[in-house]
């Protein structure tokens, strides 16, 4: 599964897009999702209000980050859970590949973590040789596929029918052509049940972990998570250090707020708590930074630490509908993605702020009230800033500074054939008119609205 | 009430025809408006494209502009937001700070401040409504579908009073165009299909004209048209409520 990035957005989008029916599928499947959303939430009064306390909880527990913590490690200790801090994607794999080796383990089954994604912990235990299965039937079948995930609520939402059918096929040995859905999940559901059965370990991830209690809430539609660390001898649940909640009584406004935002459920079908081990077996968790503590210095991006991953920011993004998820090129794609990955890698993700509009749907949308658009146009300053700019966009965002800064100047150009705004997007890009490409350019009057007004203003 | 007519550079350059609209429509309103002639851009391509050290030359020329007027008005809900959140004057900030609250989208100027109640305009076409997400979302022109708010819209409020005029909108009421200022070349592919998207919804209204109150988005949506061969015309909000 690689994650290299190959193409910037722009380059992967065009190529995504040049199959256009496949494109107006993607769009379409995500824009019910979105006008699920809506109906679950309309109906709703007080919806804001619990996007108000959302976001109040999460600035008050990022800004007592460190007391809760340790809050939740003393009480989750206490329950009998061991507790693991890893600094890095590395030293989690690590810390992941050290329980499985002191117990001698090699049948894994992992659910719900998009934090192993971003850790690329399948492709560290791969070199291992440990294989871990993905059990969210999206995962699996991603993984079946030897892709990443596309979206992080529906991972293989870039996928057909037709193309489950194909990589089962291949990989399970279905009727070949049998495209019949209910078919389909009845055998991923078959070859998963003999995972789970033999399954030693189980990895989750975390969608709360509660201070208060020690305890830690997973969230699935499947019920696999539960199914996994039920059967496996050691569960060991990953979670990012944002994902603690204060109490227990937080809960409830962040269960109302998630799944809504998903995907227009009311309630996700498992809400799993997990609060101590069954006897005889073992539960760890291990909490990782990969980068939010430095995100949470950064005062105009902290915010971003509130994210619950419900993934409306992806639903409502009308690039991401059209560009779908590979071409961010990152393991949390989308706009939250686009603020999040800058952070880990300024170089690599230099193009992602740049993949939006600013239309600013997903600020508004977002049920922790992240200012996401207001964040990527920030973004876009530190990277000008920082050197992470061609050259080219450069020259051209000096020239038109100039122009701009003498009216005269302005004036003259406007004039001379009413050339500045036919050349002014392009000059950055030396294919000439990308503009022309698919659009006709606006015609060019003879006066402009300067001149009309000299001549009319005293009529 | 002196009013300073703020004509964005691309609208003073390429559609001078909304310019014009908007000055005749201030003054048959009772404005006292004027023109500002030596105004240019308001840096807000620079800024969108992580350039904001360079509006310097943009923001001292807007200030020198603009800063006499009681109000500052223009047809560009885009332009409208980056003043308010970003023009800066360091030697006098307080300058900044007045035309940063005084300036008003035409719409919002119209509803807010004149509180229009009567127009004498008539545009006996179908008109297909495109909602332009700065205007919308930035300013609050409107209320949009991701919040649970009571519904409103200023423009919809004042093409109402439009005699003749016949309202419609595309099924997805407030998705984005795609315009996105220099979005719409370094990301051109996204950039047109999301405008030809657009454009495809209100076609299914069987629309003669789609409007906004940003020339940008029209900019972007009539250059599509066109190269489609449709018979569908771009117009800006101001030409239909100064028609008569
Ligand atoms: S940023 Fe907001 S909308 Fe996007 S995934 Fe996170 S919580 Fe959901």
Sequence with gaps: MSNLKTLDHAAAAEIFIKDEARTDWHDDTLWFVRQKRDKAVHGIAEWEQLREWASEIKNHTLSNLDNYLIAFEKQAEANGIKIHWAADALEHNQLMHKILKDNNISRIVKSKSMLTEECHLNDYLKKQGIEVVDTDLGERIVQLRDEAPSHIVLPAIHLKKQDVSETFHEHLHTEEGNNDPQYLTEAARQHLRDHFIQSELAITGVNFAIAETGGFVVCTNEGNADMGAHTAKIHVACMGIEKIIPKTEHLGVFLRLLARSATGQPITTYSSHFQKPRSGQEMHIIIVDNGRTKQLGRADFRNSLKCIRCAACFNTCPVYRRSGGHSYHTAVAGPIGSILNPNLDMKANADLPFASTLCGSCSNVCPVKIDIHEQLWKWRQVIVEEGYVKPEKKIAMKGMAWLFSNPKVYRWAGKSGRWFLRTMPFLGNNKLNVWYKQREMPEAPKQSFHDWYQQNKNK | ?244
């Excluded at chain 2, 980056?82 to 004057?89: C, G, M, N, P, S």
């Excluded at chain 2, 409103?152 to 003749?164: A, D, H, R, T, W």
Aim: glycine share 8%.
């Design chain 2, 1 to 244: 009430m002196k009013v300073g007519l703020f004509i964005p550079c691309y609208i003073d350059q390429f559609y001078p025809q909304v310019g014009i609209a908007t000055y005749q429509l201030l003054k048959k309103l009772g404005c006292d408006v004027d023109y500002p002639e030596n105004q240019t851009c308001c840096g807000q391509p620079m800024a969108n494209s992580g350039f904001s050290p360079l509006t310097g030359g943009c923001d001292k020329n807007f200030v020198a502009n603009f800063d006499a007027y009681d109000y500052i008005v223009a047809p560009s809900g885009s332009c409208v937001l980056h003043i308010k959140e970003h023009l800066k004057d360091d030697k006098n900030p307080e300058k900044a700070q007045k035309i940063r609250n005084n300036i008003y989208e035409l719409t919002e100027f119209l509803v807010d401040i004149l509180k229009v109640e009567h127009l004498s305009s008539n545009f006996p076409y179908k008109v297909g409504f495109h909602t332009s997400c700065h205007g919308q979302r930035g300013l609050h022109l409107s209320s949009m579908t991701e919040r649970v708010l009571p519904q409103f819209s200023k423009p919809e409020q004042l093409l109402q009073k439009v005699k003749g005029l016949q309202l419609s909108y595309p099924e997805r009421k407030d998705e984005c165009c795609g315009f996105g200022g220099t979005f719409c070349v370094f990301e051109e592919a996204v950039s047109v299909k999301m405008g030809k998207d657009r454009i495809e919804e209100h076609q299914k209204n069987e629309v003669d004209y789609i409007t906004a109150g940003d020339v940008s988005c029209l900019m972007h949506l009539e250059g599509i048209l066109k190269r489609q061969g449709s018979k569908v015309k771009a117009i800006h909000l101001a030409e239909i409520l100064n028609h008569e």
